[in-house]
C-alpha cells in the first residue's frame, strides 16, 4: 500500500541555517504531496503542498518540490527562525482516500 | 470561513469508561475524517466519512470505537470501554473534495484535538 517514510528527528539547528527534511513516499498512479506542520498543543496545519510531478509548494519561506523520478518531496528553508520550531509531516493523498501520513520530524531552533 | 472545531480539548478517564467526541467541521464539505495521533507518531486514520456514508473504517477498533455522521454535517467518535492504550490525540478532519466532481486529493483541514488521557 501507499506509504510516506520521513527522516527520523529530531533536528537541532541554529536561528538562520538551513533546514532540509527529507521526505520519500511509495505511491501508485499521482497522488498529491503535503508537509503539515505541528505546533505544541495544536492540531496539524497545512504547510504546502503538490499536486503533480515537478510542482513546487511554497509558503512562509519554506518550499518542496514533487519529483516523481526520486519519489520524493523534500522540505527546505533557507533560514529558519526560533519560531519555526515544530513537528513537521510528510503525507500523501492518492485517488481521493485518506491522508497517509509520515512519523513526523520534530525541529528545534535555538537562537 | 471558521475552522474544524473539537469539543472537549481535553478528556481523563478511568479505563473501562466511556467517552465521546464531538465535530463540527468546515460548512460545505463533504468529506469528514477522524485521526488517532499517539504520541511521538503521526496520525493514524479511524474512519472517514464522505456525506454521512462511510467510506473506510478499516483501522477502527469496532468493538469498542464507533462513529456516526447525522445528517452529513457534525460527527460523534465514542470508545466503550476504554483502554489504557486508547491514550492519544484525536483529530478530525474535514476536507472539499467530491470524486463525482473531479476534485479528488484536496487538502485535509484539522481541528485542534482531543487530547485523552486514559488512567
Known amino acids: 500500500g501507499d506509504s510516506v517514510t520521513q527522516m527520523e528527528g529530531p533536528v537541532t539547528l541554529s536561528e538562520e541555517a538551513f533546514l532540509t527534511i527529507n521526505c520519500t513516499y511509495t505511491?501508485?498512479?499521482?497522488?498529491?504531496l503535503f508537509w503539515y506542520v505541528q505546533y505544541p498543543g495544536e492540531g496539524l496545519q497545512l504547510l504546502l503542498k503538490?499536486?503533480?510531478?515537478?510542482d513546487k509548494g511554497s509558503n512562509k519561506g519554506f518550499e518542496a518540490t514533487y519529483r516523481k523520478e526520486t519519489t520524493s518531496f523534500h522540505l527546505e528553508k533557507g533560514s529558519v527562525q526560533v519560531s519555526d520550531s515544530a513537528v513537521y509531516f510528510c503525507?500523501?493523498?492518492?485517488?481521493?482516500?485518506?491522508?497517509?501520513f509520515g512519523a513526523g520530524t520534530r525541529l528545534f531552533v535555538k537562537a | 470561513e471558521a475552522g474544524v472545531a473539537q469539543s472537549p480539548r481535553y478528556k481523563i478517564i478511568e479505563k473501562r469508561q466511556s467517552v465521546a467526541f464531538w465535530c463540527n467541521p468546515i460548512?460545505?464539505?463533504?468529506?469528514l475524517y477522524w485521526y488517532q495521533q499517539i504520541l511521538g507518531q503521526g496520525p493514524k486514520l479511524l474512519i472517514q466519512f464522505q456525506n454521512n456514508g462511510v467510506v473506510d473504517d478499516s483501522q477502527l477498533p469496532k468493538d469498542r470505537f464507533s462513529a456516526e455522521r447525522l445528517k452529513g454535517v457534525d460527527s460523534t467518535l465514542k470508545i466503550q470501554p476504554a483502554k489504557l492504550e486508547d491514550s492519544a490525540v484525536y483529530l478530525c478532519?474535514?476536507?472539499?473534495?467530491?470524486?463525482?466532481?473531479?476534485?479528488?486529493?484536496?487538502?485535509?483541514?484539522f481541528g485542534q484535538g482531543t487530547r485523552l488521557t486514559v488512567v
Open positions: 460548512s460545505g464539505h463533504a468529506t
Open positions: 503538490a499536486t503533480k510531478a515537478d
Open positions: 503525507a500523501l493523498k492518492n485517488g481521493g482516500f485518506k491522508t497517509i
Open positions: 505511491a501508485t498512479g499521482y497522488p498529491s
Open positions: 478532519a474535514s476536507s472539499s473534495q467530491r470524486p463525482s466532481q473531479g476534485q479528488m486529493n484536496t487538502e485535509a483541514f
